[in-house]
């Protein structure tokens, strides 16, 4: 991976990137620190921590040489070695392994470490929804290398975003409407929406940044035959004919479907999939079962994650972060007009 596909990054980013293996897939920062929020100020986007995932093709091969070149980015795990390593981040929450609280030329940063492999599976069947959701949003792409099913798999899972949330939406709506919705998807049955994030972070992410989501999203809107999307006005009008949601339906991620067939089918009725979904199709509260399945998704890895965070921190880190994030929460309750 040579840094001259780095082109369009800044400096910044290219010094934290060389700090790292260079055997990556794909590389994006992400959150308040790379995209202004509703509330937040030029200088206190400076002070917030920056976000990075990384994409790896052989996490044992990565995890040995960053161990190498940067042991002390690791909690405690280091002693058990990278194969260990390996396995904690593949079998255990969403198949991130996250080093926090690493300083980083005067800023302190944190990054994930998913498998190029487990990274195409969320994108494309919303297994966990958590990095696939953190790429429904603008993210900052760093680095990104020439592998077609990684790409195709991205564009998928934007896709995937737009048709889950028109099934949410009424038949007309606004753009801010449905990015408010796609941006929703990945905090919706998140247990630290409850403690631990300000309640208006979905719509301090869309405010601010309408002009990256239309840039995301414009293609995909002008070519799906589900809508009728127009950009000068600012609306769509989207097919909410029961064969239209049935269309949407049948186009969701694999995961979704499953979580929605749970949701809907009587214990040993055992139907397949597509009478089910033709069912939800004419049902008035079709918007409220992609939700709770969505949301079921969620749950389970946001838990499942956090739990996991706690051991690839460490307990010091923990609390340290636990602290940042309630303190933010605490700043968005005091923005919020009384």
Known sequence: MTLPALQNSSVFFRKILSQFPQDISLAFAYG?????????????????MLDFVFAVDDPVTWHTMNLMENRKHYSFLRFLG????????????????????????????????????????????????????????PVRILLQNENGKLRDALVGNLKSAVIASFLMLPE??????????????????????????DKSKVSNIVKDNMQH?????????????????KPQQGRLEVDKSPEGQ????MALPRTLQQQITR???RPGKNRDVEEILLQVAQDPDCGSVVQQGISS?????????????????????????SVKKLQKMWRGWRRKPS
């Open 32 to 48: 308040s620190a790379v995209f202004r929020q509703t509330g937040s100020s030029q200088g206190q986007m400076t002070r917030n």
């Open 82 to 137: 990278p194969k260990h390593i390996s396995n904690i981040q593949s079998e255990y929450g969403a198949g991130v392994y996250f080093n926090t609280l690493i300083p980083a030329d005067d800023r302190v940063m944190k990054y994930g470490v998913i498998s190029t492999d487990a990274l195409i599976d969320d994108l494309l069947h919303w297994k966990t929804l958590y990095v696939a959701g953190r790429l429904h949003k």
């Open 172 to 197: 007309s709506c606004s753009e801010e409407d449905l990015f408010l919705q796609i941006a929703g998807l990945s905090y919706s049955g998140d247990f630290r929406m409850v403690i631990g994030e």
């Open 213 to 229: 989501f239309r840039k995301l999203y414009n293609n995909i809107l002008q070519e799906c035959p589900q809508v009728v999307y």
């Open 246 to 249: 049935f269309t949407q339906l």
């Open 263 to 265: 949701l809907v089918d």
């Open 297 to 321: 998704i969620v749950k389970t890895s946001s838990l499942t994650q956090s739990a996991k965070g706690i051991a690839t921190a460490g307990p010091v880190k923990t609390v340290s972060y």
